[in-house]
């Protein structure tokens, strides 16, 4: 049978006298299409969020999966329908990343259409900074330099107000050492400063 719904369908009986016997069919749907779906917003990558979120439109209302072993927290029940947007949230997902990984919805009709998620990284580790060269104490260096080195490139930031003048974008990389200055600091006693790399994920190591 081809698609569409069947309404008011019979099956007959005839005896060898030619007397005929009929029975209304119910109503019936025969459906060979799988939803269709489409990507609005991505899972934003890299992100040390590992609850991440998808959303995304789908033609047809049916049963969400995926092969993310972890599945959804939420919807629940893991439905979905095409009134809008629909957004899923994942439950824990531990670091690493992700490839290939699809969420399917599944019509009344068990019909199964699929997306392939873009490739995402789940990074919660911070990165490490390791100290090379203290800055000098007692010093009349109101623009004093430090070195260091990090395992993670990132953005560079310190709770010390004046701030740096180098580097100048406040970011560092790996593989070497690290050297800031600071712009001109005034006469004093510098207790419990830091400095804090945060990586592209959000995690910031001190």
Do not use: H, M
């Amino acid at each position: 049978l081809s698609q569409g719904t069947y309404s008011g369908k019979t099956i007959t009986v005839t005896d060898s006298s030619g007397n005929a016997g009929s029975l209304t069919l119910p109503d019936f749907v025969i459906d060979t299409t799988a939803p269709t779906l489409i990507q609005v917003t991505p899972i934003t990558t890299p992100s040390n969020d590992t609850t991440p979120s998808y959303q995304f439109t789908t033609n047809e209302a049916g049963t969400l999966s995926t092969n993310i072993s972890q599945g959804f927290s939420s919807p629940n029940p893991n439905t979905v329908n095409t009134n809008g947007i629909q957004t899923v949230t994942f439950n824990t997902l531990p670091e690493g990343t992700y490839s290939g990984e699809t969420i399917t919805v599944t019509d009344d009709a068990n019909n199964a259409g699929s997306l392939t998620l873009p490739d995402f990284v789940i990074d919660t580790t911070a990165p490490s900074l390791t100290q090379v060269t203290p800055i000098t104490t007692p010093s009349n260096n109101a623009r004093p330099s430090y070195e260091f080195t990090t395992n993670e490139a990132g953005t560079l930031s310190t709770n010390i107000s004046q701030g740096f003048s180098s580097p100048n974008p406040a970011t560092v990389s790996t593989g070497s050492t690290q050297t800031i200055t600071f712009n001109t600091l005034p006469v004093g006693t510098y207790s419990g400063k830091t400095i804090t790399v945060t990586d592209a994920s959000g995690n910031a190591g001190s």
